[in-house]
DNA sequence: TATTGTTATACTCTATAACTATA
DNA sequence: TATAGTTATAGAGTATAACAATA
């Protein structure tokens, strides 16, 4: 935010461009743009626990215990005991959820494409690849392994 | 956030990633990367009046009013009435202000170098070019008239 | 009357601590 | 004893509203 042109602030006023046309993207979901990435990761990493699911997304596991039990509260998910461990629940998109999620989706990849619109294809590959590596080198979650199965009941 | 590979998600970890490093290298001045900005937009801008520092730096005026006091208290701006309008008061860097601006900037340099130090620089270049073009498609002050005149007293 | 800046207050978001229920 | 999750509480950070001084 400082001298424009640097990093930090081109991040900051980036990051705010885009969550502007974001939040307006997946606004029915609770929780607006963190309840996406929620369901997200939900439909993501299937079974998932909500212990796992903080730790993806590097959302604290109060917060997430609110953002959930919204996303429940609306029925985009629901929320059982597990089978082999019943502290851990597992969430679990319902239909509802896919639907508002894939609705959530195509709106936010619009948007995406309407801020993106001028940028030259190179060049916004180069960003993916610039903002990926910066990404990776914060500490969000490099213990995450991969996805196993998933079939949703 | 949310799937790993989204704009957003990328953003923000980018910027958690930078931010950690960059709250540490202006650790010394008040209000951390903030109170950074705020010292950086005084010396870019000059005498520069309270509030138009916040449109610069899309900080509200009341959040403004704090982070000065906090950095007039520790020596490192002045704040005196205008010549011309005596409300709108004139903030500039002290001497001890330009040391620790310059001190910040010098650190940040080195962390910014070492967050980037694995991209190649062709990557680099269209980070920023594809950053510096969603940050101006924000409503960030696009109604920010270019410096004048700079000589501090 | 309108504007700069301050103060006090309220709100949002997030984290901390204490608790439960399972293991 | 340790862990998953919940609840209540406290803490940043930010914004809103009312005010003082000046224009």
Known sequence: MAERGDLGWLLGASLRAYMEGA??????????????????AVRRFCPGTQLEL??????????????????????????????????????ALTAAGEEALQAAVERLAAEER???????????????????????KGGSGPECGEVSDCSVS
């Open 23 to 40: 939040e307006r993207a997946v606004a029915p979901i609770p929780f607006g743009y963190k309840g996406y990435m929620v369901l997200s």
């Open 54 to 91: 903080g730790r993806r997304l590097a959302i604290d596991k109060t917060v997430m215990t609110h953002v959930i039990d919204a996303l429940e509260e609306a029925g985009l998910v629901t929320r059982r005991p597990g089978p082999a461990d019943r502290r851990a629940r597992r969430v």
């Open 114 to 136: 309407r801020l993106l619109g001028g940028v030259p294809v190179a060049v916004r590959d180069q960003l993916v690849e610039g903002l990926t590596y910066l990404a990776e």
